[in-house]
């Protein structure tokens, strides 16, 4: 079996994901990740445009890494600027103070797109390319999958088993 496989194998289709508008809240993408989580769905978000149901393009993704850091950030530009401190007890009062800001100010911006057809390492170059983990997959320019860096190392595991 050949190693190269096209991107359409790998894909997660749409309907694993929730979906978010850019102005819905940190704590509300957190609610919904878990119920991702509790259903075996990928923990992660699509953001869409505001147009109409129909015409939304996708602006982003909300991924587990952009939550934790997304969250933690102005808390740690902070410490940048004064040097060691205590932590205790910070990360769940960031949690709350994080809660109500909108989910455009942490999620990853589309970078990129692969097609359905390209293969495996066009992805990693895609993603390595754009500091990104998670692609758009399309088909005639029309998004019809998420494809992950988790996705293309299970295929490597795979392949490792059969050496």
Request: proline share 7%; no cysteine; net charge negative.
């Amino acid at each position: 079996m050949p190693f190269e496989k096209p991107i359409g194998q790998f894909m997660h289709p749409l309907d694993r994901y929730g979906i978010l508008r850019p102005e819905e809240t940190i704590l509300s993408a957190l609610q919904q990740m878990r119920r991702a989580e509790e259903n075996n769905h990928p923990p992660h978000l699509i953001v869409v445009s505001n147009a109409p149901a129909g015409s939304e393009t996708i602006q982003g993704f909300v991924t587990p890494e952009d939550m934790v850091f997304g969250i933690s950030a102005p808390f740690l530009k902070g410490v940048e600027r004064t040097g060691p401190i205590f932590f205790e007890g910070l990360l769940e009062a960031e949690y709350r103070q994080a809660g109500q800001r909108a989910v455009a100010e942490i999620m990853s911006p589309v970078a990129g797109s692969i097609d359905e057809n390209e293969m495996l390492m066009e992805a990693v170059f895609l993603m390595n390319y754009h500091g990104v983990r998670v692609l758009p997959v399309t088909r005639s320019a029309e998004v019809t999958g998420i494809v992950h860096i988790e996705d293309i190392f299970k295929e490597l595991l795979e392949r490792t088993a059969r050496l």
